[in-house]
């Protein structure tokens, strides 16, 4: 027994290094894949005439990451009493051992380690309902800048109809895949979609919408983090045109698939196409894609580096 016990311990620590090593090795690979020319932008950026404006990016990149771990706070509080300490050490170890998985999926499991195999299904599904309130928040903001956006550069776009049909058929299409899909194995043994909404309809009106609220304050932060880069970075846009572009670039990289490999050269090439349009240079969007990536991913995930050492298997 005593055997079998050192056994795990020496398996857990085996998987601690793992993660670590290639959530090292991820990030790496990422900087050393960066091209050259959007490196010495980054670089040059570096002055001490422009440590005020650093400490602005670092202090709008610390409020989203509070605000994310105080949203988890109040998303498990729903069932589980969470304090914000805990809430910090499993938002920001999930996030490391999360980045080696497509579009963070991983991020699902490794939160629900956290907590009794009892209690792990709640937890998956309240944190589906963290994460969906992000993506409603985005769409909310992102659908409506995106007709904004073709209104504003249709001419240059030159969308045709038939584009535009074939959007709305695919969402139809969705939709009723959703509906013929509501009663059937949805991620886990006696999941489906009429489960998760009435599970959903558990939750409190006042805690819905204070996650939505939360989620809406995230969005203004880290869009305003875009927007001061791009601004910081020479970008001499009129504010209106800016924020509308950099809603619908936040929703086209939320539906496209990605993998942990291609995640940051997605959200640079959708927003290169799309200031494109506006005569941002390339390299100003490729550095200011960089900059978030580094402030809202690298840093917080090394602090994540931390809990992902110090995790401890929760007991039956």
Do not use: C
Request: glycine share 6%; charged share 15%.
């Amino acid at each position: 027994m005593m055997a079998s016990h050192k056994s795990k311990q020496y398996w857990l620590v085996a998987l601690k290094v793992l993660l670590l090593v290639l959530a090292l090795g991820y990030m790496l690979l990422k900087i050393k894949e960066e091209r050259t020319t959007t490196l010495e932008h980054f670089k040059a950026s570096f002055q001490i005439d422009t440590l005020p404006y650093w400490l602005w990016f670092v202090g709008l990149a610390t409020l989203n990451w509070l605000l994310e771990i105080y949203k988890w706070n109040v998303s498990v509080s729903t069932w589980f009493p969470l304090t914000f300490k805990e809430a910090a050490k499993q938002t920001l170890g999930s996030l490391t051992a999360s980045l080696i998985t497509p579009n963070r999926i991983g991020e699902y499991g490794a939160k629900a380690m956290y907590f009794p195999p009892k209690n792990r299904k709640k937890i998956v599904f309240l944190n589906f309902v963290h994460s969906s309130s992000q993506m409603l928040v985005t769409l909310f903001f992102g659908i409506p800048a995106l007709l904004l956006y073709v209104i504003r550069t249709g001419d240059t776009i030159n969308l045709s109809l038939w584009r535009i049909l074939l959007g709305t058929g695919i969402l139809l299409l969705l939709v009723v895949v959703a509906y013929s899909y509501r009663k059937r194995p949805f991620g886990f043994k006696g999941m489906t979609l009429s489960t998760l909404w009435k599970k959903f309809r558990q939750i409190s009106i006042k805690r819905k919408t204070g996650i939505v609220g939360l989620s809406m304050l995230r969005y203004m932060v880290f869009s305003t983090l875009f927007y001061s880069i791009l601004r910081f970075s020479g970008t001499d846009i009129h504010p209106e045109i800016l924020l509308i572009t950099i809603f619908t670039m936040y929703l086209l990289v939320s539906v496209i698939p990605s993998f942990f490999v291609l995640d940051v050269v997605i959200r640079g090439g959708v927003g290169v196409w799309l200031f494109s349009f506006l005569g941002v240079p390339e390299i100003v969007v490729l550095s200011t894609v960089f900059m978030m990536w580094i402030l809202n991913t690298v840093l917080p995930a090394i602090l994540g580096s931390y809990f992902v050492l110090t995790f401890k298997p929760t007991p039956r």
